[in-house]
T-cell receptor, first 114, second 111 residues
């Protein structure tokens, strides 16, 4: 099973709303990631959790707040977003096996901020 | 600083032919990983292949192979026997401490 699931698939929110994106994996991976992808651009790393601790925060605005409740779940809490935050938000998880590394992505959440 | 470059914004290939997508990278860290992903119009990022910096042999996964030339700092993706379903955006990525993606190459397979 190489599945990473994300909910919701689509989200429309106003600038005053609070919403959360959810990500789940049951592959036993101990690293989980949030990426933001604008149209026709590559994904940009936002946050990395390693063993449920935040290890990388790529200077993301505080209106994005990540949370890792356990080794299988990763949330991204959204508050007071701006229209320019509209994008595809991708979750990923990864593990090392010997010299081999794999990083699997979820299907993403398409976010529209009005 | 790490940098990853894909110089081909778009590529065309005839069905059943092979195609090479270019990727060059730059890092001073001796330990790194190189990835290729496929992203169809649906948006999902599909993992294709991985090459570790210490791997002596080129990685292969079915019709995908990674032409790893360490001295040249290149990690080109070769797709053999192209299929119509291979039409998509292809991203090269490098992981040192974090993960960085190239700008991508849009591949179109012609029937």
């Amino acid at each position: 099973d190489t599945e990473v699931t994300q909910t919701p698939k689509h989200l429309v929110m106003g600038m005053t709303n609070k919403k959360s994106l959810k990500c789940e994996q049951h592959m036993g991976h101990r690293a989980m990631y949030w990426y933001k992808q604008k149209a026709k651009k590559p994904p940009e790393l936002m946050f990395v959790y390693s063993y449920e601790k935040l290890s990388i925060n790529e200077s993301v605005p505080s209106r994005f707040s990540p949370e890792c409740p356990n080794s299988s779940l990763l949330n991204l809490h959204l508050h007071a977003l701006q229209p320019e935050d509209s994008a595809l938000y991708l979750c990923a998880s990864s593990h090392y096996l010997g010299q081999e590394e794999t990083q699997y992505f979820g299907p993403g959440t398409r976010l529209l901020v009005l | 600083a790490q940098k990853i470059t894909q110089t081909q914004p778009g590529m065309f290939v005839q069905e059943k032919e092979a195609v090479t997508l270019d990727c060059t990278y730059d890092t001073s860290d001796p330990s790194y990983g190189l990835f290729w992903y496929k992203q169809p119009s649906s948006g999902e990022m599909i993992f294709l292949i991985y090459q570790g910096s210490y791997d002596q042999q080129n990685a292969t996964e079915g019709r995908y192979s990674l032409n790893f030339q360490k001295a040249r700092k290149s990690a080109n993706l070769v797709i053999s026997a192209s299929q119509l379903g291979d039409s998509a955006m292809y991203f090269c990525a490098m992981r040192v401490n974090d993960m960085r993606f190239g700008a991508g190459t849009r591949l179109t397979v012609k029937p």
